[in-house]
């Protein structure tokens, strides 16, 4: 159930593009010109994993898109459209997204390949009321409404019952909040409260709660089976029974015998009919909610029809005790026939035969009178008084009606069985393990999410709505039952007093039939759906491949039918069967959903406070305190009901845990705490290093590389600022820099660097590491810090670069050169990137924007960085008052229109909350003003590139004069000592100019006004042209939009394959920012970092 597939629209040639997020490739070109399409499957690795396909082309597909790539607006980012695909590509692949459940739906066909490509599936179409709301109003309605719920009444009065109601409702309201937060974060298959707990606590929390979950399910089977048979043996077939008693005492062993024998009967019977036909379970879903909701009714008509005209169910009294009224006919010691007074039937149980005198009879019955009194006085009756406070009662104890005069006497054991009386000892813990039951069945909604139109919507819609209805049922029944029913009737539980009639049955309108017949049909389908659910659960835990010992049960028919999970399934509620009373199965399937509950509360609240960036439910009525209370109730309602079923329940999903998660930490006892935190790092980061985090777990890691100045100060602080900021989706930071020199003689350096490092940290508040190395280069030293950065699992992701200022007006190359160097290291370890441009005017922690845009310009998709940081810098308090604006690139073939719609979905399915548009480039014929400023850019080039040519002797000469030992200096990240710098030793230097210098320097001056003529008739190059075209048009289009932004996001384009044009790349990438305020840069890491599901 965990798993689902993704079905392409129509058979398309298959690509090696792998299909991200279960989204297929649908071009909008409309040029008539064929793309190649995809087909692919979001699979499982077995392990319960989904796999994260790579969201990148291969280069052999290079070739057959190339006119696909070298779009004129585009082409800035050409040479990296094969890794980085267009937005209009991924988009186009939202269109024929199709989530299919693993459910009994699709388990009706045969599941072959070449069935599944001739027939197109249904979209998911059902709405709040058909999916969430009426499937959960049958879960919840059952059998301890109609069997349970008036003796509940009868036995803790109404201001208990209603408490009992009370506490019980707001659990599963509590839940159901949880529930909706985490059933709305995203794109939930079919799988229910296993899935949800599996993917947001761990596969072992998962498996533990997912098998709770399972046997509570199952015995909910056994528990609705042992309710209908109780139904069709009290109520509909007495005479069906196979074994009597052969005295009063033994009445009840043989009525567990008859349940344990046609409940094994009834399950064998349903197990059959789950096996042969599915689709008729779920076809007859529909008639047995009909008979629910007709009894319901019945119960409301008969109690307001009862204020006028109550039903005739009189009750005989004896003194204060109850009678069973089907052992005799008359309610009187004796009976007038032809004017002569003969002993009644009544007097016949009590007396030895044919004998008036007091001495033979029953003390208790000579010296108390029989009385007969309505057993239902009606809504207008005031019996209500009566019935406010409980009763409750001790097993064997007569039911006595405490306002009726009796005289105390001692009465024969003999006739016990005259009288009703309590079958089990009760109490309020008792009661509330054995109503909670009717209380669950809240999952039905979430275990639909795939048949769902609008799951996000519907989820908690549906299901809210539906307890708040069944809660007001119960509520309102609680008070009908008790004003209008006698309390005697009421407590008792199998309608001894009112001729074996149903309880509730002799309150309901128009016949006591109708509750009898619609209960036992009710009662019947639950069973069914049960019987359905439990193996497909356990089928899915099984595929999921975490418990080893289940991997058979993942296996069934051809069709998918789970034939070996219903066969456990079966042999599990039989031991229910056996146990063959109601009244203690329910407590042991209230542990076991109780457990499940507890879990899906957790769940929630440790998501709300790891506040992890992929945590962003459409649902938002929800808070950590409201899931750490319902946690709370969930225990305590454990332990209310069953001290010992509670320990139980835990010890068997505490094994279940360590069971998958057998290879646990190492005790190391140390220094206590200290020790204890040390344990708890190395263990996490052990387990860290098993691979790389899911999509859901990815947040950014930061490597921040810091420039120094001479005195050691930071001279960027407001990256920092940057950090802390982001850095509100937690997670690792890392503050690195560089110092050149020799490590020997730097350590000192070294060591003060860090502490000026540290205290700028405290001061911006960022939570993190400082490492600072010493190279004899810079550039060296960044490429180190990005390789070794780190430890284990806890490593950095992505790099934080300052923009190197002032480039332009440096003769000198290596500023540019270290900072291009560290942008191909970062892109070749597959880390991400961000450079923040004019970092200076970032805001501070203490500014406030409480207004304003963050604008993202979504041009190429690079794995989704460009959605998630705005998203993370809006948890904090500086950004959280700016809206989110996204703007993508739409040229002349794409359809702008489909395009912004599907934006918006792939917005929604996020759960990001954004203004969407769609920027129309033309394509325009390239400017003059473009080509002169590429022709300016090659020739400013051209030039620098010859003047150090002929400095090069004049550098050389001074270089050897300066004193290596003068002072260690300071390396900044933008500044290096490049190879052409040769040092030689001091005793060669020579300060006297040579013959070969002198003609070496004439022949360059010589040649000074050839060089310029040639700058003069330099032509630019038509890559930089259309580059610089891209450049233009794209900032026009930007600076346009967003001038007024707080922040803009902007894919950074890659630097070019080929080295020479390096400077130009700068160029282009101040063209592409020029006129922007505060400016993002950023690159993806080549993975995927947002995800639509949960």
Known sequence: MPHFTVVPVKDQAPSSYNSLEGINWVDYRDTGQDYPGHQDT??????????????????????????????????????????????????????????????????????STEASRRKTPKSPNMGTLMGVYLPCLQNIFGVILFLRLPWIVGMAGIMQSLLIVLMCCSCTMLTAISMSAIATNGVVPAGGAYFMISRSLGPEFGGAVGLCFYLGTTFASAMYILGAIEIFLKYLVPQAAIFHATDTLGSDSAMLNNMRVYGSICLSLMAVVVFVGVKYVNKLASLFLACVIISIVSIYAGAFKSMTHPPEFPICMLGN?????????????????????????????????????SVQCDDYFIQNNVTEIPGIPGLSSGIIRENMWGDYQQKGEILEKAGLQSVDAHGAMENFGM???????????????????????IMAGSNRSGDLRDAQKSIPVGTILAITTTSLVYFSSVVLFGSCIEGVVLRDKFGDAVRKNLVVGTLSWPSPWVIVIGSFFSTVGAGLQSLTGAPRLLQAIAKDNIIPFLRVFGHGKTNGEPTWALLLTG????????????????????MFFLMCYLFVNLACAVQTLLRTPNWRPRFKYYHWALSFLGMSMCLALMFISSWYYAIVAMVIAGMIYKYI???????????????????????????????????????????V????????????PRLLTFASQLKAGKGLTIVGSVIQGNFLDSYGEMQAAEQAIKHMMEIERVKGFCQVVVASKVREGIVHLIQSCGLGGMKHNTVVLGWPYG???????????????????TTAAHLALMVPKNVSFYPSNHERFTDGNIDVWWIVHDGGMLMLLPFLLKLHKVWRKCKMRIFTVAQMDDNSIQMKKDLAMFLYQLRIEAEVEVVEMHDSDISAYTYERTLMMEQRSQMLRQMRLSSAERQREAQLVKDRHSLVRMGSLYSDEEEEVVEAPPEKVQMTWTREKCEAERRNRNNAPENFRELMSLKPDQSNVRRMHTAVKLNEVIVNRSHDARLVLLNMPGPPRNTDGDENYMEFLEVLTEGLERVLLVRGGGREVITIYS
């Open 321 to 357: 005790r109850t009678l069973v009224r089907d052992r005799f006919d008359v309610c009187a010691k004796t009976v007038i026939k032809g004017n002569i007074t003969v002993p009644s039937q009544l007097w016949e149980r009590f007396c030895l035969l044919g004998n008036m005198s």
């Open 571 to 590: 042999l599990i509620a039989e031991l229910g069967i056996l146990i063959a009373s109601l009244d203690m199965v329910a407590p042991i399937l209230s």
């Open 661 to 703: 998660e057998y290879q646990g930490a190492e005790k190391e006892w140390g220094d206590g705490i200290r020790g204890l935190s040390l344990s708890a790092a190395r263990y996490s980061l052990l387990r860290l290093e098993v691979g790389p985090p899911h999509t859901k777990n990815w947040r950014p890691q930061l490597l």
């Open 42 to 111: 979001v699979s499982s690795d077995g392990h319960g994993n989904h796999k994260e396909d790579s969201p990148f082309l291969n280069s052999a597909d290079a070739a057959c898109k190339k006119n696909d790539f070298y779009d004129r607006n585009l082409a800035l980012f050409e040479e990296e459209l094969d890794i980085r695909p267009k937005v209009s590509s991924l988009l186009s692949r939202l269109v024929s997204y199709t989530n299919i459940t693993q459910g009994a739906k699709e388990h009706e066909e045969a599941e």
């Open 705 to 716: 590389l810091l420039k120094l100045d001479e005195d050691l100060h930071v001279k960027y």
């Open 419 to 441: 009288y009703v009386s309590a079958d089990i000892a009760t109490s309020f813990t008792l009661l509330v393990g054995i109503f909670f039951p009717s209380a669950t069945g």
């Open 807 to 825: 480039w332009r007006q440096s003769e000198d190359p290596r500023a540019w050169k270290t900072f291009i160097n560290t942008v191909r290291c």
